[in-house]
């Protein structure tokens, strides 16, 4: 039986690498405009190897870029690019097709929903804030909380302890990264079903107890699972 649905954040519940993306693209073009004397693949070069440094969260990316290129922080180039990439970051920060229909769905029948999330505290709450998904979930577990990433064990059982009386084998984590959101939730003795229309790796090795096409498809394994037809929020 199913009583509670953990979500991974990014990738599994909003196109976290489609949304970098084209805030990136339109940060470059910011800057660009504003001055910056290098070619679009030329900052974008620059930008990649910061993220592969510092990782994909790093909030001074920009600042950094400047310091390597121009030996100082422009700030009206630097202005440009943030502006650029927080509007183009609104924009495409959307959940994916059918989320939220689905988690409505899934809190209309008493399912308990939480996210584990290796984002910092700040940028994953901006994130459920910007979808207005802020309001629906009963725990939010991420990196500042625990200070231990998936597949470490802490976030997972925060989370366990937080949802109160749900057992371990009674909990679904959905998630879009095998090595961490499948092996880190069945080590910790959860269920777990793998976010396949997410998956931005392609490649990875899967041991999951389900595979979603859509996230959709987990409202049929509760069906299953606990016996119920779910109705309709």
């Known amino acids: 039986m199913i009583k509670a649905v953990i979500f991974d954040l990014d990738n599994t519940l909003v196109d976290f ?13 910011g800057m660009i405009d504003a001055g910056i004397e290098l070619t679009s693949e030329e900052v974008r070069t620059h930008i990649d190897k910061i993220y592969t440094e510092q990782g994909i969260e790093y909030q001074l990316v920009f600042d950094h870029l400047l310091k390597e290129v121009l030996g100082r922080v422009d700030y009206k180039i630097l202005s440009a690019g943030i502006i650029a990439y927080r509007r183009a970051r609104e924009a495409a920060l959307t959940p994916y097709p059918h989320v939220t229909a689905t988690l409505m769905r899934l809190v209309k029948n008493g399912i308990r929903l939480a996210v584990v999330s290796d984002a910092p505290a700040r940028e994953a709450w901006l994130r459920l804030c910007q979808m207005n998904f802020h309001h629906i979930f009963d725990v939010v577990v991420t990196f500042d909380d625990t200070g231990e990433r998936k597949p ?13 009386d749900c057992e371990a084998e009674n909990v679904l984590m959905i998630g879009d990264w095998a090595e961490r959101d499948m092996v880190g939730a069945k080590n910790v003795g959860m269920q777990t079903a793998f976010a396949g229309y997410g998956d931005s790796f392609g490649n990875q090795q899967v041991e999951a107890d389900y595979i979603l096409e859509d996230i959709t498809d987990v409202l049929k394994i509760i069906e299953d699972q606990n016996g119920i037809s779910l109705v309709h929020a």
Not at 152 to 164: D, E, R
Request: charge should be positive.
């Open 17 to 29: 690498m489609a949304m970098k993306r084209q805030a990136i693209n339109a940060a470059i073009c």
């Open 152 to 164: 470490g064990p802490k976030p997972f059982m925060m989370a366990l302890n937080k949802l109160g």
